[in-house]
Nanobody, 127 residues
């Protein structure tokens, strides 16, 4: 079973920034597309962003476009989510997930398309 570890969450004021990291446990990310999802209390898990295994394709939810940037460093076996201009509505538990890369541009956006998940890292945006 694929397992990942998220880090970088925390408490930040509105307008602030955080960088989340996602690293695999026991496997390399080279052959996987990586997605970031989030879930706020009482709400369904929603897709935030994804990046294909090659890095050529990325996707963002409308709510984060222009503020969040996903990137990957396969040499460091890590995927990042840079979050800028954070808003209180970004408060959630953030998860990363891995999906087998069927093509270099494969960038799935739905939770069921992912085979491995992390435990999540909490992001709280509040003054």
């Amino acid at each position: 079973q694929l397992q990942l570890v998220e880090s970088g969450g925390g408490l930040v004021q509105p307008g602030g920034s955080l960088r989340l990291s996602c690293t695999p446990s026991g496997f390399t990310l080279d052959y996987y597309a990586i997605g970031w999802f989030r879930q706020a209390p009482g709400k369904e898990r929603e897709g935030v962003s994804c990046i294909s295994n090659s890095g050529v394709s990325t996707n963002y939810a409308d709510s984060v476009k222009g503020r969040f940037t996903i990137s990957r460093d396969n040499a460091k076996n890590t995927v990042y989510l840079q979050m800028n201009s954070l808003k209180p509505e970004d408060t959630a538990l953030y998860y990363c997930a891995a999906a087998t890369a069927y093509t270099p541009s494969y960038c799935p956006t739905l939770p069921y398309e992912y085979a491995g998940w992390g435990q999540g890292t909490q992001v709280t945006v509040s003054s």
